[in-house]
């Protein structure tokens, strides 16, 4: 059974580096595509990105500026780093697995960052 | 930017049957936007309905089913149950490796 698990500070000061990591159990982060979400409190899904196990990335064009992704497959993880956060950042952050059909098939259960002094 | 549209919510009685719908700002929906539906209860992780189009998700209930209608896919629940009280979202993908998730719709049981 695939699982994921979201992990990093819940606390980020604005303008910081918001940080995350998902360790994923049940399947080869060598394998599949791996994707970052996020939710604000009270509002919509909204994607970030994903990471390929060759280090390929892509990421949303309103967040791409401020997202690097990677991935530790000797730790069957991968990881979110959003920089230069402010308030709008704060959110549940989830990380997921792709399916073989463009389809997110296996989710965390989210982290809540919230951005604050 | 593009924006993919869902209707806010709606409210089906039970044993009734709902169809939500996402659609583009600009353009239509086909089977090569990859649509894919998700349910999501309050404080609960999204759970996968409906991927490809019309593919229901292991362990989801015949009473979803995905489709093209028009210019938009659409999320058909027959015989509501009261349990499919959520928020549900669509995500197509748009090519290029980008990803956009709907706005959301929440659907009422009652």
């Known amino acids: 059974q695939v699982q994921l698990q979201e992990s990093g500070p819940g606390l980020v000061k604005p303008s910081e580096t918001l940080s995350l990591t998902c360790t994923v159990s049940?399947?080869?982060?060598?394998?599949?595509?791996w994707s970052w979400i996020r939710q604000p409190p009270g509002k919509g899904l909204e994607w970030i990105g994903y990471i390929y196990y060759t280090g390929s990335t892509n990421c949303s064009p309103s967040l791409k500026s401020r997202v690097t992704m990677a991935l530790d497959a000797s730790k069957n993880q991968f990881s979110l780093k959003l920089s230069s956060v402010t308030a709008a950042d704060t959110a549940v952050y989830y990380c997921a697995k792709y399916g073989d059909a463009y389809n997110l098939d296996y989710w965390g259960q989210g982290t809540l960052v919230t951005v604050s002094s | 930017q593009t924006v993919v549209t869902q209707e806010p919510s709606f409210s089906v009685s039970p044993g009734g049957t709902v169809t939500l719908t996402c659609g583009l700002s600009?353009?239509?929906?086909?089977?090569?936007?990859?649509p894919s539906w998700y349910q999501q209860t309050p404080g609960q992780a999204p759970r996968t309905l409906i991927y490809?189009?019309?593919t229901r998700s292991s362990g989801v209930p015949d009473r979803f089913s995905g489709s093209i209608l028009g210019n938009k896919a659409a999320l058909t629940i027959t015989g509501a149950q009261a349990d499919d009280e959520s928020d549900y979202y669509c995500v197509l993908y748009m090519g290029s490796g980008i990803y956009v998730f709907g706005t959301g719709t929440n659907v009422t049981v009652l």
């Open positions: 490809r189009t019309n």
């Open positions: 049940g399947a080869s982060i060598s394998s599949y595509y």
């Open positions: 600009s353009g239509s929906v086909s089977t090569s936007h990859y």
